[in-house]
Structure formats: C-alpha cells, structure tokens
C-alpha cells in the first residue's frame, strides 16, 4: 500500500515538474533581481554650488568689469543693443539707444536706455540637446553668459530664435522699472566713487 | 558650459604644433555636431569685452585663449 502510494507521488511529481520548475525557476531569478542592489548615483549636495562657482568666476572672466559688477550687485546684466532700428520685431526705436537686461533664467527684457519704456521681453532657453532625456539647467551663472554671450556675439540671431512677448508676461513691469532705477542709482555710486579715487580729476562738465 | 555642471574642460592645446591643432579641430566639430553654439569671448575696437560667434575653426582667432561651448539658444517660455 505504502509503496503504491509512494510510487503515486513520484509520478505525480515527475508530471508536474515540467509544469513547476519554470515557474520556481522564475521565482527565485526575481527574488535575486529584488535583492540586488541598483547602482544609484549618491546625490551631491556641493555639486550645484561648485558648478555655480564655476559658473560665476568663468562669467567674470568673460565679461567687461562693470558688468561683473552688475551682476554680482543688482543680481543681472545690462547689454546695449546694437541694431540702429532697435530690436528685431520691436516697433522702430527711431535710432534711440536701447539695451537688454539679462536675468538668469528669466526673460531677455528689452528698453530704451533714456525713457526707460520697455519695449519687450524675449524668452530664450538654452536647452540641452546632447542627452536624451533633457536635462538638469545650467547654473545661473551660465545662463548669464550664454545670453550675455548670444547678444554680443550675434544680437539678430538671439533675438530673432527667442519668443517675443510684451512687457509683463514673465517679469512684472513694475519690477524692471524698479530695476532700472536700481541701476541708475548703482551707476551714479560708481561714478562718485571713482571721482573720489582719483583726486587729480575734475568734476564732469555738465554745461552740455 | 554643461547642465548641472558648469565649465568642463574639453581639450586644451596649442595650435602651432599640429597634432595638437588636429586634436582641437576634432572636438570643435564634434562639439557643434553635438548642436553646441561656440563662442570666443574677445577685446573690440574700443577694448571692450565681448563675444565673437565662430562657426569654424577658421573662425578662431589664432591668438585666442579659449573657445566656449554652449548649447544652443531656443524660444523660452
């Protein structure tokens, strides 16, 4: 009786075999798949902020001094635009003298330097194009310099690849006015002081 | 100029000995296949700083001291 029982379960298993070992099989691949571990890249909290030094002392090397300044006192960039019909797409600016304000990863704002009327923001990104599945920004610094970069190097093109807007879209007006006047307050500073530093020089003529 | 990174260093050498030369020509023109805009920050007429776009090697002055690589500018929003 024992030994019919026995030969039962031996045939039993035999048959069922084919259906069970795939399926431990599987089972313990995926109990080893569990247990491994991924490699996962430890996260870094100095790499921004090493790549944003970077960022900013190559932007200091590339850029004229007063701009430097700029940045590394009012937080961005003033360019002055070289086009004698002013920016591509604007209204004429009948020959007056226009610039661009350049914020890290904020729009490219566009004004006449004596009115200080604003004329328009252009939205301009710098996207990585070499990775397949984008990528993390560049550094503020960087994206300072690409823009600054961009409109000294070749004004039409950058300005004709960004999005034009009119004022206020991504930066509030009332901001940039502001802004500007921070600006005018900066650049009127520089200039006392450097008059002081120089006792030999004499004040500006203003007659004109 | 690379995303999450900052400056890298991509290859650096002198352009009077022509391996080196060579060495540079390879990695500018991988750099702009790559859809990299370059440029060479420089001195203008009047001494002021500011960038020359190059599309070429050519394009670099012989006496620069560095080109750099930056991706290339699209609409924002």
């Known amino acids: 009786m024992l030994l019919a029982l026995v030969a039962t379960a031996l045939v039993a298993v035999a048959l069922l075999s084919e259906e069970l070992l795939p399926r431990i099989e599987e089972m313990w691949q995926r109990h080893r798949a569990r247990r491994q571990l991924a490699p996962v890249m430890p996260y870094d909290p100095g790499r921004e902020r090493r790549a944003e030094a970077r960022a900013r002392s190559l932007l200091r090397s590339c850029v004229n001094e007063e701009e430097w300044a700029m940045y590394r006192d009012l937080g961005f960039i003033r360019v002055w635009g070289n086009q004698s019909d002013g920016p591509v797409d604007a209204d004429s600016t009948g020959g007056a003298a226009y610039a661009y304000l350049i914020y890290p990863h904020r729009a490219i704002v566009a004004y006449l330097a004596q009115t200080h009327r604003l004329l328009n923001e252009y939205c301009v990104a710098f996207p990585d194009e070499t990775r397949p599945y984008g990528s993390a920004r560049l550094p503020d610094s960087d994206d300072v310099l690409a823009k600054w970069m961009a409109l000294t190097g070749d004004e039409k093109r950058l300005i004709s690849t960004a999005n034009m807007h009119l004022p206020g879209r991504q930066l509030d007006p009332a901001k940039v006015k502001r802004d500007l006047w921070r600006l005018s307050q900066w650049e009127r500073a520089r200039m006392r002081d450097a008059a002081q530093r120089s006792p030999t020089s004499t004040p500006l003529d203003t007659s004109n | ?77």
């Open chain 2, 1 to 77: 100029m690379k995303p999450g990174h900052g400056e890298v260093l991509i290859a650096e050498g002198d352009v009077e000995l022509a391996e080196d030369e060579q060495r540079l020509v390879e990695e500018f023109r991988r750099q702009l296949d790559e859809g990299l805009w370059a440029a060479v920050p420089m001195l203008d007429a009047a001494g002021r700083r500011q960038a020359h776009m190059v599309k070429t090697f050519e394009d670099v002055p012989r006496d620069a001291d560095r080109v750099i690589f930056f991706p290339r500018a699209a609409g924002g929003r």
